[in-house]
């Protein structure tokens, strides 16, 4: 399967913990997004990488959260002293350089903070 | 990126058209319109997209008005699997950051 992968796919923690999640991109692909979903809501943006330069983060991504993609390949998100509104369905897209190329979504990884 | 609107509900029966309308009045002469759809607990994936002229792939068709305001989905023969959120978004070209701007979409529904 040459698709985004992530992991893992859920995710149970109590919350004040830290979790980390991953991300593998397409292999050829030079950009990749972290995005945010909660329930009965469409997917809101995070942050965004080119190669390794992370060149967008939205006001959602509060201090608590970290993102980085070390040598351009896959990303790490990182979510620390986790609260219940953490909880959501974190996706991670990937798409090739240039505005007009669609992304390609991985199947998600589900928070849950207890 | 300009907002849009779409229906949050509809149903369609297997084996007919599904026309998912979409309205973007404020769209801009570089943004492009294209669909998504997310089926249940998966990523979303990508449909289709066009700029002025009609498009067409294996997946579906998108017709988009002369005037660019707003456009159709059409899934020709609709079967049970194309039951979920189907996103209409409009994405500025040439921008740096290529980051979708997604609403609430229109949750459609295929029944037997």
């Known amino acids: 399967d040459t698709g985004v992968s992530q992991d893992p796919r859920h995710k149970i923690t109590k919350r004040g913990q830290n979790v980390t999640f991953r991300c593998d991109p397409i292999?050829?692909?030079?950009?990749l997004y972290w995005y945010r979903q909660t329930l009965g809501q469409g997917p809101e943006f995070l942050t965004y990488f080119q190669n390794e330069a992370q060149l967008e983060k939205s006001r959602l991504l509060s201090d608590r959260f970290s993102a980085e993609r070390p040598k351009g390949s896959f990303s790490t998100l990182e979510i620390q002293r986790t609260e219940q509104g953490d909880s959501a369905m974190y996706l991670c897209?990937?798409?090739?350089?240039?505005?007009?190329?669609?992304?390609?979504f991985g199947p998600g990884t589900r928070l849950t903070v207890t | 990126d300009a907002k849009t609107t779409q229906p949050p509900s509809m149903d369609c029966a297997e084996g007919r058209a599904a026309n998912l309308p979409c309205n973007h009045s404020t769209i801009s002469g570089n943004e492009y319109v294209y669909w998504y759809r997310q089926i249940h607990s998966q990523g979303p994936q990508y449909i289709i997209h066009g700029l002025k002229n009609n498009e067409t792939n294996e997946m579906a068709s998108l017709i988009i008005t002369e005037d660019r305001k707003s456009s159709t989905l059409i899934l020709p023969h609709a079967t049970l699997r194309d039951t979920a959120v189907y996103y209409c978004i409009v994405r500025v070209v040439g921008s740096s950051a290529s980051k979708i701007i997604f609403g609430s979409g229109t949750r459609l529904s295929i029944r037997p």
């Open positions: 897209a990937s798409s090739l350089d240039g505005a007009s190329y669609e992304q390609y």
């Open positions: 292999s050829e692909h030079n950009r």
